[in-house]
């Protein structure tokens, strides 16, 4: 017999296996996938009462009454109610005023204040208050005191009263960027000035130039007159009364080295302005 023949009736003769048998014996089992479907369907859920939850939230934050707040604070300036008082922190000297008037609404305050450049013995001072039962109630000043703007730690600073609502407007001194005009300027020769410690009225502009130019100052001139329309006032005791002034731009070429200084101011930064006329000026005096 030939040898393919005898395998066939070989496997003739082998009883097959039940195909659900063959199945259990193996113990095949199928293999479970996440249920991604359900999955979806909590995430929706979760998701309109997310946005209920916010929504509450929010309702809850704006039905708080105006200046419930006792602070607030924004990139250019901080507000805080300390001791009685409100301490608004300034970040940013050169931000908008707005930003300012946005942080003292939000604590409940009518309060405005506008930074102008100043001389250095003035930054920090205010320079004008208008509002407010008097410009007593608030006050100006750096943090921690004698600081200067611009070190780690130094602020502006700017105190209202805590029971005070407004409305105030204020401008409070700022150090000037290089080559801006003063708005506020002490004497140039008050502590910290251009000419701190130098004795300029009465001399001769001649005489005083040659300090001013050792220091690596510019000069700038204004002639001083007594104003025509004022009168002098003489009262009972003897004494006169002030006499006004006016002052006017005048060119160097047109200043004499014998004119006198009346007094020095600082103009902008390394610029120092001499207020100068070429006779001494007394009250009465009318000549021009």
Not at 108 to 134: M, W
Not at 137 to 148: M, T, Y
Not at 249 to 274: H, I, K, M, Q, S
């Amino acid at each position: 017999m030939h040898e393919i023949e005898l395998v066939e009736r070989m496997r003739a003769q082998i009883p097959l296996p039940d195909p659900g048998e063959l199945a259990a014996r193996i113990d095949w089992r199928p293999e479970r996938r996440p249920p991604r479907r359900r999955a979806r369907v909590r995430l929706l859920v979760l998701a309109p009462v997310t946005a209920a939850l916010a929504a509450v939230v929010l309702t809850a934050l704006s039905a708080l009454p105006p200046g419930a707040a006792t602070s607030y604070a924004n990139a250019a300036i901080a507000v805080t109610q300390e001791d009685g008082e409100w301490v608004a922190r300034i970040k940013d000297p050169l931000a908008e005023s707005a930003k300012y008037t946005e942080a003292f609404g939000a604590v409940g305050l009518d309060v405005g204040i506008q930074l102008v450049p100043a001389s250095p013995a003035r930054v920090g001072d205010l320079v004008l208050v208008e509002g407010g039962r008097s410009s007593g109630d608030f006050r100006g000043g750096l943090e921690p005191e004698g600081c200067r703007v611009g070190q780690a730690g130094c602020h502006l600073t700017f105190r209202v009263p805590a029971g005070f609502k407004g409305p105030v407007r204020a401008q409070l001194g700022r150090p000037a960027a290089p080559g801006e005009p003063y708005q506020a300027a002490a004497r140039a020769t008050d502590p910290g000035e251009m000419l701190e410690g130098v004795t300029v009225e009465g001399r001769p502009v001649g005489e005083l130039l040659a300090e001013i130019r050792e220091r690596g100052l510019t000069v700038v001139y204004q002639r001083v007159r007594d104003d025509p329309a004022s009168t002098d006032i003489n009262f009972a005791d003897g004494r006169r009364g002030e006499f006004h002034l006016t002052y006017e731009p005048v060119g160097a070429a047109d200043v004499g080295e014998d004119w006198l200084v009346w007094n020095a101011l600082p103009d902008r930064e390394g610029v120092v302005r001499l207020q100068v006329t070429p006779y001494p000026l007394r009250p009465g005096n009318r000549r021009r």
